[in-house]
C-alpha cells in the first residue's frame, strides 16, 4: 500500500512527490486529467519575490524558494538529463512615471537605474523610459519543461501517477480521512495531501478560489531581448529558443474559460508600448488559465485543523512555480 496520496498532479502535487520520494515514503500521485495542464501550464515561469513585491511572511517563504531553485533544477537534471530552462536572467522594471507607486510597495531593495544604465541592461525599450528598477536575483524556468521534468524524475524513481483519476469526495471519520471516492473505486493511504490548486473547494470547504489570467506567446528567433520585463500591467518572459511570453490579466470571472478581444489586445497594447519591438513579431498562441487564490494571498500549507491525516499544499496564485522548492521541502517536514 502507498504511504500517501496526492491528490492533484500540478507543480504543487508533483514537487511533493518527489521530495517525499526522495525521503523513501511510497507516494500516489491523482490527477483527473493529465498532470501539469492546469495553472502550471498556463503560467510564465517568473521566479520574482521581488518583482511581485511580496511581503512579510510569503516574502521570506520565496526568498527561501528562490535561493533553493538552482539547487533543485540541478537535482532535477541530474535524475532525467532533462533542461528546465532555468535562467538567472533577473528582472527590470523600466518605468515612466510609475516609479512613485512602486517605490511605495517595495519590501525589498533593488538596484536603481538611471535611463542610461536602464538602457544598458535592456535596449529597444520604449524611448521615454525614464529609469528603472532592476531586480538582478530574481529569475525565471521554462514551467513546461520544469513539469516534463518532475514527471519523469517520478516516474524514473517508480511513482506512481495515475491520470485520469478523478477524486470525487474526502470520505471521513471524526478527525481522520479514511478513504477518497474516486472515478477508479475508493483508495486508502495513511496520510493525504490536498494539492488542487483553483479546484480545491469541490473536496474541502476552504477559501480558494480562481483567479483567471489570459497570456500570449509571439516568436522571434533573432530577439534581443535578454532579461524578463515588468510593468504594472503586462510583463514580458523572452525564452532562450526566441519565445517571448506575454502576461497576464488577472480576472475574478469564476470559471469562465476562453481569451477575450479585450485581455488579448490590452496585453498586446501594453506589451508593444513597453517594448517596441513585439509589434512586428508572429503571435504563436494564446491560452487561459486559473490561479489558485487565498486569502490575503498566502498559500495554505499545513496539517488540516479538522482531519489529523490530511495536509494542505494549495492557494499558491501568482507564485505556485516559484514557490514549488519551498512547499515541497515545508510538506515534506509536516509528512515526515
Ligand atoms: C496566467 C498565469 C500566469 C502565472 N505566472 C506565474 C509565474 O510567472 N510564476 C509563478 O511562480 N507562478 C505563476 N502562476 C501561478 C502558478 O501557475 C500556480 O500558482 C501554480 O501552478 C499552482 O500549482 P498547483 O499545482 O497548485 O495547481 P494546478 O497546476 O492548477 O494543478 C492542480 C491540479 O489538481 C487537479 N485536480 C483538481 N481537482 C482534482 C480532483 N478532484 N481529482 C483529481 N485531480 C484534481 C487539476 O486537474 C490540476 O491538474 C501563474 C498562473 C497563471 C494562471
Known amino acids: 500500500m502507498t504511504d500517501v496520496l496526492i491528490i492533484g498532479g500540478g507543480v504543487i502535487g508533483l514537487a511533493i512527490a518527489l521530495e517525499l520520494s526522495l525521503l523513501g515514503i511510497k507516494v500516489t500521485v491523482l490527477e483527473r486529467n493529465a498532470c501539469a495542464q492546469g495553472a502550471t501550464w498556463a503560467a510564465a515561469g517568473m521566479l520574482a519575490p521581488q518583482a511581485e513585491r511580496l511581503s ?16 533543485w533544477i540541478d537535482q532535477l537534471q541530474g535524475i532525467t538529463g532533462m533542461e528546465c530552462g532555468y535562467w538567472q536572467c533577473g528582472i527590470l522594471v523600466p518605468y515612466l512615471n510609475e516609479v512613485l507607486v512602486w517605490k511605495l510597495n517595495l519590501h525589498t531593495l533593488p538596484e536603481y537605474c538611471d535611463r542610461a544604465h536602464t538602457k544598458t541592461i535592456q535596449t529597444g525599450l520604449n524611448h521615454n523610459v525614464a529609469g528603472g528598477l532592476w531586480f538582478k536575483d530574481d529569475a525565471q524556468v521554462d ?8 514527471i519523469a524524475a517520478l516516474r524514473l524513481r517508480s511513482v506512481k501517477i495515475l491520470e485520469g ?11 481522520q480521512v479514511t478513504h477518497l471516492v474516486t472515478s477508479h ?34 516568436f522571434d528567433p533573432n530577439h534581443s531581448l535578454k532579461t524578463v520585463l515588468f510593468s504594472e500591467d503586462v510583463y514580458i518572459v523572452p525564452r532562450q529558443d526566441g519565445r517571448i511570453i506575454i502576461g497576464a490579466t488577472v480576472e475574478n470571472v469564476g470559471f469562465t474559460i476562453g481569451n477575450t478581444a479585450q485581455g488579448v489586445s490590452t496585453l498586446l497594447n501594453n506589451a508593444i508600448r513597453l517594448y517596441p519591438a513585439i509589434a512586428a513579431m508572429t503571435i504563436q498562441s494564446t491560452w487561459w488559465g486559473f490561479r489558485p487564490h487565498a486569502p490575503a494571498e498566502i ?29 515541497a521541502k515545508v510538506i515534506a517536514d509536516l509528512i515526515n
Open 56 to 71: 512579510g511572511d510569503l516574502l521570506d517563504l520565496a526568498l527561501r524558494s528562490r535561493s533553493l531553485y538552482p539547487h
Open 299 to 327: 498559500p495554505i500549507l499545513e496539517v488540516s485543523p479538522t482531519y489529523e491525516n490530511l495536509v494542505l499544499a494549495t492557494g499558491h496564485y501568482r507564485n505556485g512555480i516559484l514557490l514549488a522548492p519551498v512547499t
Open 165 to 175: 483519476v478523478s477524486v470525487y469526495s474526502i470520505e471521513t471519520d471524526q478527525n
Open 185 to 218: 473505486g475508493n483508495l486508502q493511504s495513511d496520510r493525504y495531501i490536498l494539492a488542487t490548486g483553483a479546484w480545491t473547494k469541490e473536496l474541502m470547504p476552504l477559501p480558494i478560489s480562481p483567479r483567471k489570467g489570459q497570456m500570449l506567446e509571439v
Open 143 to 150: 514551467n513546461r519543461y520544469l513539469s516534463k521534468a518532475l
